[in-house]
């Protein structure tokens, strides 16, 4: 059994920490359930954004489900261990929804750049099977990340070494363990985050710099409003889901520190999916109508 130590060090916190974990996990399974719900029951939104949305929240229910329910076991418990075969499963399905929603909220991007820019074509463009095309290259491409992740750390030995000073396992925490030598696990894991991550951002920014342009030449200050606004929910939610996900991933291994690491880890895994469908519907119309009439 691997221990992972959580706020063990801060007693005090452990509490505090449940009851925070706890309803947010509450929370984040409500919003996204009724996400999922309205997006599948409500004729109106059968949109290709709604569909690319549905899949967002059914990824982050995922995501808050294969970390959330261990970290409340351990932190209300004195008990902080995780199984080898436990943590090698919470670690490959954390990367593969990771990876997916990264194509995910590019997608969404995109269905934006389309419904601003080329109004007129975008029935024709973003045609349902296309949407499902772009959902399921989300899905395998994910999974193939995950799996090749998952066969380089299954290889590494821990000599013993079984603390892992995290609340959930992940790779990057994983790898920092082993006694072994390491550098072919940093240069795949650097390689493949790096595609995964900056290969979906650069594209989300290109969309968004094309939108910009295109909404700076609408005369009326409502048309440019009313365009906004249709992006302005999926900017906010791109942003808490990347900035994290960067800083984690995205720095050379000598620099990875497992007590700044556990907390961002903390906040993608459980306060991003809690936001995500408060964010969508407080600021979209359709979705607030379409769960009144559910």
């Known amino acids: 059994d691997f221990i992972l130590l959580g706020v063990s060090d801060r007693p005090w916190l452990e509490l505090p920490l449940f009851v925070v974990l706890l309803v947010s996990y509450i929370l984040a399974m409500l919003g996204n359930i009724a996400i999922i719900l309205v997006s599948r029951l409500d004729p109106q939104l059968h949109s290709p954004m709604y ?3 549905g899949h967002l929240s059914f ?7 294969t970390t959330v329910p261990q970290m409340l076991v351990n932190t209300g418990s004195s008990r902080k261990t995780i199984s080898y075969g436990g943590c090698t499963m919470q670690y490959a399905v954390f990367h593969w929804l990771g990876c997916t929603e990264c194509i995910i909220l590019a997608a969404m991007a995109l269905d934006r750049y389309v419904a601003i820019c080329e109004p007129l074509r975008y ?9 499902q ?10 999974f193939g990340n995950s799996l090749v992740q998952v066969v ?14 995290n609340f959930f396992c992940e790779v990057p925490a ?8 390491t550098a072919m696990n940093d240069a795949t894991l650097a390689v493949l985050v790096a595609f995964f991550v900056l290969v979906p951002l650069a594209l989300i920014l290109l ?3 094309f939108i910009a342009r295109a909404v700076h030449r609408i005369q009326s200050s409502r048309g440019r409003h009313k365009a906004f606004g249709t992006c302005s929910s999926h900017l906010v939610v791109v942003s808490l889901f990347y900035l994290p996900a960067i800083y984690m991933y995205l720095q050379p291994p000598s620099s990875y520190s497992q007590e ?4 961002i880890s903390l906040f993608y895994s459980i306060i991003t999916p809690t936001l995500n469908p408060f964010i969508y519907t407080l600021r979209n119309k359709d979705v607030k109508g379409a769960l009144r009439r559910l």
């Open 207 to 209: 969309s968004y710099g």
């Open 260 to 263: 700044q690491g556990k907390f």
């Open 59 to 65: 990824l982050d229910l995922c995501y808050t489900t």
């Open 174 to 181: 994983m790898i920092k363990l082993s006694c072994a030598d």
């Open 133 to 142: 095309q772009l959902v399921a290259v989300a899905w395998l491409s994910g």
């Open 152 to 165: 380089l750390t299954v290889q590494l030995p821990f000599c013993g070494r079984q603390v892992l000073n």
């Open 123 to 131: 029935a024709v463009i973003m045609h349902r099977p296309l949407c």
């Open 51 to 53: 569909i690319f949305l």
